[in-house]
DNA sequence: ACGGCTTCATTCGCCTACAAACGATGCGTG
DNA sequence: CACGCATCGTTTGTAGGCGAATGAAGCCGT
């Protein structure tokens, strides 16, 4: 039977809404009755299995609205630096930690490797190989710190200077638009309870 | 002349809690300030692209909150995940994919490749990958849909299952931790508004 | 039943991404 | 001046991560 065929279609996430505190119950109970839908063969075994899912679930139902918000929070930076990148980055052959690192030294101006590392929040080794790729395009030049040779120095060409004066404007448009649905307001208690997010785990 | 060595330490943003919107011009005012203490050399050249920044950054403030916003979804995100995989997910050696993954298989007891691939946010291929690792640690079972010889079905080993039962409380227990500062009203005010711009940019 | 079309998972090349190890450089003290 | 120690950036090894290409398998119209 083609049981496995039409009916496993699961629910999407990244489709469905229906993530909330409230609304996760609803969506763990499709899924039990997807699941039983699916399996086709041992049914005992699977029930059972979830079932125990049930339990678990049921038993840490307190943290459901701090899950809705992680998990958000999650897919949400996922769904911006894709659009981004497929929107803007993407025509210019840029990566997200490449445009990143772009915009730290069209920032700063002149900066050493391990400032462009701890503002794009990368580490050390990863930058060695961004600023690799960069500088192979002539968008980043390279320099030995003149006081201290263990120091180097990033800046752009005048080949990245333009290139980010052309894609910042963009770039900034779709952050607008990622957040269009919500007022000022809103886009301001967003950032601060994400900082406060920030400030609980990083230390503060 | 040593300013190129204390004085040029930047304000590092994953510390520094002023990126919103009013902290946001501060900020950028106190790393031209940084920048043409930095420099020592070509003082011209420097503070005239620092002015052109500026004038670029100021023609489009409007836009502010929404890159405040964005931006520290983007860093949320980040700490979440370090913070997770530090406290609960190091000591069994598992990465923060792998986890998703499990959780996903947990979740759905028996499930295609395909689905946890659009469940867990990551590609096809990626999840090809990932699960090679898990199987070859003994998480996951790997078998060939019954009734199409394309598909592929994934579930967990009981050492999988046991793995799953002993982590998931922690990992629940860090994401409450992590929203701690925020009362329910709060959480689901972010998920919702997170929510908003996941809908907005994968279509909704 | 045979030819195209679709839908899977896998593979490939390239690029992050991190921790740890490494080598080079600078600094401070004896 | 020379020794140890701290601080750089890079390298190494392992694991994600994606798009595109690949090949196997099913579907469907003729």
């Given at each position: 039977m083609a049981s496995t065929e039409g009916s496993s279609h699961l629910c999407d996430p990244s489709r469905c809404p229906c993530d909330?505190?409230?609304c996760a119950?609803g969506r763990y109970a499709r899924a039990t009755a997807a699941a039983a839908d699916r399996q086709g063969l041992?049914t005992?075994?699977l029930?059972?299995?979830e ?154």
């Amino acid at each position: 039977m083609a049981s496995t065929e039409g009916s496993s279609h699961l629910c999407d996430p990244s489709r469905c809404p229906c993530d909330d505190a409230e609304c996760a119950l609803g969506r763990y109970a499709r899924a039990t009755a997807a699941a039983a839908d699916r399996q086709g063969l041992d049914t005992r075994t699977l029930a059972a299995t979830e079932q125990a899912v049930a339990e678990r679930l049921q038993g840490l139902a307190l943290n459901m609205s701090a899950t809705a918000a992680i998990s958000n929070i999650y897919r949400a930076a996922n769904a911006v630096r894709n659009h981004v990148e497929r929107t803007v980055l993407a025509p210019h052959d840029l990566t997200w930690t490449g445009w990143v690192v772009l915009w730290v030294i069209w920032i700063w101006g002149r900066i050493e490797t391990r400032h462009v590392a701890a503002e794009a929040g990368i580490s050390k080794g990863t930058l060695t190989g961004v600023q690799k790729t960069l500088a192979s395009r002539g968008l980043v030049n390279r320099v030995v710190h003149p006081d201290d040779a263990r120091r180097v120095l990033l800046s752009l060409t005048p080949h990245g200077e333009s290139l980010m004066a052309e894609l910042f404007p963009r770039f900034n448009a779709e952050e607008a638009f990622a957040v269009g649905a919500l007022d000022d307001a809103a886009q301001l208690q967003l950032a601060r309870s994400l900082r406060a997010v920030v400030h609980r785990l990083e230390g503060g």
